[in-house]
């Protein structure tokens, strides 16, 4: 039974950014931040650097110890934000401050479910909304077992964001699609988080085979880095999630310059300036 009618006013900020988006016939870029990494005042500078360089979308990272789904580039973050004392609780705070910044891009918490589990669900999703939180992604949460959090999530006006991989079964898109708000994300390989040289091959097939079960947006995540993999995506998808490159150039600036590189980086890659040659 599709949920979609309960969900959604077309004027909350997902739908809007991707009303924009789409009006403006480009494509969108979600940019993902590990909360706390390398500390929580650098989150703060950070997700304003890249608004400013041309994200429409900030995914922010929960840190957590056993993160399944990432690579290197990300655990490493996750790690080191979690010696720095990040919670769930930090994270909603965070949102709160960016908020309070005037930050009004759409902000989704991006982490898995035992720490929210942990926190106790319907409160972690109903203190998540008070901070100023749009959507949620828990990346290792079966659509089959979501109800409580879906529940959470349609309870306090959350959209909850579903992820379907390229061996995603025609049965588990139409589950999904009947399920999701906000957008879908369609992994691009079958493997984890970090930068790639080039796009997996069949993924313009996986994603027609998404869009032909919704009327979400998609967007693509996992292994795009480079303003071409950026353009690629856009031939296909909606927009495009980026994340571990975004890591690496935190790790390779001045402390003094890595939110002007995250800004320049979100322009190149979004077309907005060329890279240097």
Known sequence: MSAQPRY????GRIESAFAR????????????????YPDVESTLRFVPALIEG????IELGVPFSDPLAEGPTIQHSSYHALQQGVTPRVCLDVVAKLRQLRVEAPLVPMGYYNPMLAYGLESFVSDAASAGVDGLIVVDLPPEESTPVREACLANDVRLIYLLAPTSTEQRIKLVASMAAG???????????GARDELAPGLERFVDRVRAQTHLPIAVGFGISQAEHFQAVGQIADAAVIGSAIIDEIDKSDPSQQAARLRE??????????AAT
């Open 54 to 57: 041309g994200a429409d979308l």
């Open 265 to 274: 980086y979100a322009e190149v890659v979004t077309g907005q300036r060329r």
């Open 8 to 11: 959604a006013p077309a004027h």
């Open 21 to 36: 988006m789409k009006a403006e016939n480009r494509t969108g870029f979600v940019a993902f931040l590990t909360v706390g």
């Open 183 to 193: 957008f879908i994300y369609c992994v691009s390989v079958t493997g984890v988080t």
